[in-house]
């Protein structure tokens, strides 16, 4: 097998225990909430927890990658995760526990600028969203869906202490196999695992970019709604439309695998068909219709919402993710997961932030204002993308693929 294939592969499987660790404490919220008798705002916060952690290390990561190579930060990032996930299981009190997930996110954040990196230095130029999107679209949600279904049945079967310290064993079982396997780039892109690249010229390069900090920007409504949605559409299900727990993840599950597909169009729109920029603003005007008309429909109609924010949103996501790896003229490989990190980390303020302000808003004045406010902030900050379709404007490569 061609040593790219192998990378991506090796890469694949480790995105899978990267979402993995991530979501399956979602089916344990309800034992959780019952042993530390928690509120539904302060299970949405163990959810912004991660996400907090994930986006604050984005940039230091993206250093750590340049500074001493992008195959030994994706290993630490491995590690750290892992070692969050085992934190969680064994947390006795809320403090504790949300400090396991935000450490959890932490090393989430180390790993997935350099695999995104690591991903680039194998397939740059040739398809390269298209490799994205194996990874970041079908990795991830493969992952996902695993720790949201697939561990309800170990939380009900041994509690959600063993579950939780079930995928930190994944997690440090892909730890070996990626620190074992994982093969060097070929040529004058080997040097990307060696480190010492970080200093003032690459910083000016990422930090003076301005079409970073624009598209950073312009997914973070999108971002934020499309994790707050996936994580707690199960609870809008059970208390509006009335349904048992199974029926309710059943349309996580949709929104979930519909990224699936969502991966594969995504990366065929950016590559063959439209380009970087159009195919992000059809993306997140799609995901941005569907959160609004979440409340307003019934179940076969809030399935094919949740269908239409899963996939929309990774097809979104698939593109924006390669925007350093496409900017040949501006960024080095050895940039991009600092370039990656600081988009990652505009955008993760929405991921942070949207969780609680949905609990918060679905409390206080109901879901029918909770699924507007996530709607409305994922088509207005996509909007801030939209002056980079004018030629001569900032980010015009953007939107033209290049």
Known sequence: MNNRWVALAIIFASFIQFTLNWFCIIPAFGAIAGEMRLSFAEVGVIVGMFIAGYGIAHVPAGWIAERYGMRAAMLLG??????????????????????????????????????????????????????????TGVAFTVGAAAGLFGWHPIVAGLGWRPALLAGAALG????????????????????????????????????GNPTLWIMGLALLGGYGSYFS??????HYAQDSLKLDAASAEGISAVLLVSGIPGSFVGGWLVDRVLGLLPTFLLSEAVAGVA????????????????????????AAFVGWVTIPGQ???????????????????????????????FSQIATNWGFDA????????????????????RPGRVGAAVARGA
């Open 229 to 234: 949605a996936a994580q707690l559409l199960p």
């Open 370 to 389: 909770a699924w507007a406010f996530e709607g409305l902030i994922t088509l207005g900050f996509a909007a801030l993308a939209i002056p980079a379709l």
């Open 172 to 207: 440090l079982l892909t730890l070996v196999l990626t620190a074992a396997l994982f093969p060097a780039p070929p040529g004058d892109k080997a040097d990307v695992l060696d480190g010492e690249h970080l200093g003032a010229a690459s910083l000016r390069r990422v930090f």
């Open 78 to 135: 491995i590690a750290l995760e892992t070692a969050g996930a085992g934190l969680s299981a064994w947390s006795h009190s809320y403090g504790m526990l949300l400090a396991a997930r935000f450490a959890c996110g932490v090393g989430g954040s180390i790993y997935l600028g350099s695999a995104v990196g690591l991903t680039t230095a194998w397939f740059r130029g040739r398809e390269l969203a298209t490799a994205n999107g194996l990874v």
């Open 291 to 314: 959160l609004i008309l979440v409340p307003h429909l019934d179940r076969l109609g809030v399935e094919i919402a949740a269908g239409a924010i899963g996939g929309a949103g990774i």
């Open 327 to 357: 900017r040949r003229d501006a960024f080095r490989v050895s940039d991009v997961p600092t370039a990656v990190g600081l988009m990652l980390t505009i955008a993760a303020v929405g991921g942070a932030v949207v969780p609680p302000l």
